[in-house]
């Protein structure tokens, strides 16, 4: 079955801190894609990043960063020198072609990180 | 621009009153769903469309009714609202031949209240 798992339920850094949240998936095809998406308080979903399953090589983007582990089926995101803007709700998500006939097209969610950034 | 666009954003109904969702995208997409959102649950799948006049259900169909007769639009329709449908809607759109719009296009969401 597929399945993702965010087991982090809610985090409170400093700023500045660095963060990582974590996330693990579950699925029985090769090809895939994993996501992260951001959703500050106003309510939109912010596509961070899309990954997927041939590449294995982690991303960094400004203070983001992101691990991807097939071997744990793991998806990390890490925050690097945190800042109160950062503060959101956090989505890992994954889109394989079992889910519904080759299209690619549905996610799957896991249910969040809420990540509270103090000044 | 290319976008999702949704509408109403915010809606407060009372129950059983009929209400639509309206969803429409300027991409020419041919992939279209819906999704609730619901605090500790994240998102969840309710209905999809790959093409004009194809439709299936999700995760969470109950309660709520789909049509794809143009392929920019897709509208959500709750045929006798219940307080349980309280929730974040989203709709999304992709292209399954485009790998790059995979998961990238989501409306900015309609926030719904019945009471």
């Known amino acids: 079955a597929q399945k993702v798992t965010q087991a982090q339920t809610e985090i409170s850094v400093v700023e500045k801190e660095d963060v990582t949240l974590d996330c693990v998936y579950e699925?029985?095809?090769?090809?895939?894609?994993l996501f992260w998406y951001k959703q500050p308080p106003s309510g939109e979903l912010v596509f961070l990043i899309r990954?997927?399953?041939?590449?294995?090589q982690n991303e960094i983007s400004g203070r983001y960063s992101w691990n991807f582990q097939k071997s744990t089926s793991s998806f990390n995101f890490t925050i690097t020198a945190s800042q109160v803007v950062d503060s959101a709700v956090y989505f890992c998500?994954?889109?394989?072609?079992?889910?519904?006939?080759?299209?690619?097209?549905?996610?799957?969610f896991g249910k969040g990180t809420k990540l509270s950034v103090k000044p | 621009e290319a976008q999702v666009t949704q509408n109403p954003r915010y809606l407060i109904t009372v129950t059983g009153k009929k209400l639509t969702v309206t969803c429409s995208q300027n991409?020419?997409?041919?992939?279209m769903s819906w999704y609730r959102q619901d605090p500790g649950l994240g998102l969840r799948q309710i209905y999809y469309?790959?093409?004009?006049?194809?439709?299936d259900k999700g995760d969470v169909p109950e309660g709520y009714k789909v049509s794809r007769k143009e392929k920019r639009n897709f509208p959500l329709i709750l045929e006798s609202p219940s307080p349980n449908q309280t929730s974040l809607y989203f709709c999304?759109?992709?292209?399954?031949?485009?790998?790059?719009?995979?998961?990238?296009?989501f409306g900015p969401g309609t926030r719904l209240t019945v009471l």
């Open positions: 999304a759109s992709s292209s399954p031949g485009q790998g790059a719009t995979i998961g990238q296009y």
């Open positions: 699925t029985r095809d090769t090809t895939y894609y």
């Open positions: 990954r997927n399953s041939f590449d294995e």
């Open positions: 998500a994954l889109s394989d072609s079992l889910r519904f006939r080759g299209s690619q097209g549905n996610l799957i």
């Open positions: 991409m020419n997409h041919e992939y």
């Open positions: 469309s790959m093409n004009v006049e194809v439709t």
